[in-house]
Nanobody
Framework: QVQLVESGGGLVQAGGSLRLSCAASSRAFSYHTMGWFRQAPGKERDFVAA????????DYADSVKGRFTVSKDNAKNTVHLQMNSLKPEDTAVYYC???????????GGQGTQVTVSS
């Protein structure tokens, strides 16, 4: 199973930016779509963004379109989530995940906390 380690979270004021990173333990990472999800307190985990194995296709939740950008560095087994114009409602624990061939995402990390103050 691929190990995933998220980092880059923190406390930021509304309107600010953060860049999250997710490092994968296996080079198999480069063959898979990667996703970012988030879970706010008391809520279910929601999809945020995804990027194809080659990095040529991306997908975003409507709530983050135009503000967040997902990117992938297959040489470094790393996926990033650049978050701009942050809002208090973006506050959550952010997780990265690797998509299996059957379309299901596997979560292997502890997540990283993002807190946006108003």
């Amino acid at each position: 199973q691929v190990q995933l380690v998220e980092s880059g979270g923190g406390l930021v004021q509304a309107g600010g930016s953060l860049r999250l990173s997710c490092a994968a333990s296996s080079r198999a990472f480069s063959y898979h779509t990667m996703g970012w999800f988030r879970q706010a307190p008391g809520k279910e985990r929601d999809f945020v963004a995804a990027i194809s194995s080659s990095g040529d296709r991306t997908d975003y939740a409507d709530s983050v379109k135009g503000r967040f950008t997902v990117s992938k560095d297959n040489a470094k087994n790393t996926v990033h989530l650049q978050m701009n114009s942050l809002k208090p409602e973006d506050t959550a624990v952010y997780y990265c995940a690797i998509q299996r061939p059957d379309g299901i995402y596997d979560f292997g990390g502890q997540g990283t906390q993002v807190t946006v103050s108003s």
